[in-house]
């Protein structure tokens, strides 16, 4: 996400570490090449324009302190207009039981999948969601929102098959939704290839029998100016309140994020940030500036963990490493809460300056190429390592599909990790009884 234009910001505040001062001369260059990156990036040019113009204006004013170096400065500068660019503080959903929120956008941006991801966000909040399924015209819509229903635990209205009058099932949703345990429903409409007139009408003459208090525009943000321009089209004619962001995960431009609040003058309220229906979360203008300049995420990193962690597990993770009893096992089961936390490269971007680390990448394949060695392993080998001998291991790198030589790479590696470990421990008894002593 955004690795392209955090490349070339990097770049600019290298440039300007070595200089006694920001001027106008030495500053003109590096904000030459932010603009070229935040085109690159798909960033409207309006928009690139503008936010160059504030940086500089910033940089050279008399607000600027005089008290940090001239890299430190200009980082403070780019975070405070990025974050203002992309919405300031953020906005929240605006909701009053009983609710009802429409979501609207063209075929292919997620539409359905991110209605299923905000009723599990919003009953994490305390609602009871209710999911509406109004999209009659794409095969299979129906039957998706209703195994989304399933998986995230709420209940879900099925229009009857072979109806077409999406106006009337919305009116018979609402009726069906004072007989349900729940106080707020989420009406998933059809799409379109391209914004026409024809599903522009159908939307807001159901937005006037729906009378929501949230339109949601679903986009890709992999689509750069395009999703734009939708926008712009939605908000003209429909009127939405607010933008969920797809596939933010994998974008590397990142210009649609970059250009949306400044043009259709709505917020971004949640982004996709991945295919699982966890990965879902609230926008927060602060924490994605901070990211995109290498400032790390560590306030969202400890929300996901909490998330996805069991506080049991870890603990008992913890204590098998204090006492140097980490097996394949605990190995295993450590490589699975990683997983859940999502891609990895995505959480190592929340960590402050590894992003500024030119050369370092994850690679998924060997990571799979790990687990999957672990799992061909017994669960007798995988508590007691030391059993390991040659033709344990030619039977498990077969049953892995990988060489003798990475199977005995990764039990190498473990092995050192393991002795690091006793070490550690030793270390730790040997300064406690140092301390004991010196207390007598």
């Keep these: 996400m955004f690795s392209l234009l955090s490349d070339k910001l990097q770049d600019v505040f290298k440039s300007l570490r070595g200089q006694g001062q920001i001027t106008e001369e030495n500053i003109q260059e590096a904000l030459r090449a932010v603009r ?31 008290s940090v170096t001239p890299g430190q400065q200009i980082v403070k500068v780019f975070h405070d207009e990025l974050t203002a660019l992309l919405g300031g503080d953020g906005e929240s959903l ?13 075929n292919g941006a997620g539409k359905t999948t991110s209605s299923g991801k905000l009723a599990l966000w919003l009953k994490k ?13 794409r095969p299979a819509a129906i039957e998706q929102l209703a195994t989304l229903a399933r998986q995230v635990g709420v209940p879900a209205y099925l229009p009857a098959a072979g109806s077409k009058d999406v106006l009337q099932e919305a ?12 106080n707020l429903m989420i009406f998933d409409t059809a799409g379109r290839q391209e914004v026409d007139e024809v599903l522009l009408e159908e939307l807001r003459r159901m937005k006037e029998i729906v009378q929501p208090q949230e339109v949601l525009l679903v986009v890709d943000a992999a689509t750069g100016q395009q999703a734009v321009s939708v926008a712009r089209r939605f908000q003209d004619v429909v009127g939405i309140t607010g933008v969920i962001m797809t596939k933010l995960d994998g974008d590397a431009r990142g210009g649609a994020a970059l250009s949306m609040r400044e043009v259709v003058q709505r917020p ?12 879902f979360e609230s926008f927060h203008p602060d924490r994605l500036a901070g990211r995109i300049l290498g400032m790390g995420d ?3 990193l400890v929300e996901r963990a909490a998330d996805a962690i069991d506080e049991k597990d870890a603990k008992r993770l913890e204590e098998r490493f204090r006492k140097a009893e980490f097996d394949f096992t ?14 990895l490269e995505n959480i190592l971007a929340m960590i402050p300056g590894m992003s500024k680390l030119k050369d370092f990448s994850v690679d998924e394949k060997q990571l799979k190429r790990t687990e999957a060695i672990v799992l061909s392993m017994t669960p007798r080998e995988r508590s007691c390592p030391d059993i390991l001998n040659a033709r344990r291991r030619q039977r498990i790198a077969k049953g892995s599909g990988v060489s003798v030589t990475d199977v005995n790479d990764l039990v190498n590696r473990f092995g050192m990790m393991r002795k690091m470990m006793k070490n550690m421990g030793q270390f730790k008894k040997m300064l406690t009884r140092g301390q004991r002593g010196a207390g007598r």
């Design 298 to 300: 560590i306030v969202s």
């Design 171 to 182: 009116e018979r949703a609402i009726e069906w939704a004072k007989t349900q345990p729940g």
């Design 330 to 343: 605990d190995f295993l089961e450590q490589f699975k809460m990683l997983r859940r936390l999502g891609p």
């Design 268 to 279: 971004i309220k949640f982004s996709g940030t991945g295919e699982k229906l966890e990965q």
């Design 94 to 106: 605006k909701l009053q039981a009983p609710a009802r929120i429409l979501i609207v956008g063209l």
């Design 125 to 137: 909040q305390g609602w009871h969601p209710l999911l509406i399924a109004c999209d009659l015209y």
């Design 36 to 66: 070229m990156a935040l085109l690159e990036a798909d960033v409207e040019f309006s928009v690139a324009k503008s936010f160059i113009a504030r940086v500089k204006e910033k940089a050279l004013g008399e607000s600027v302190l005089r």
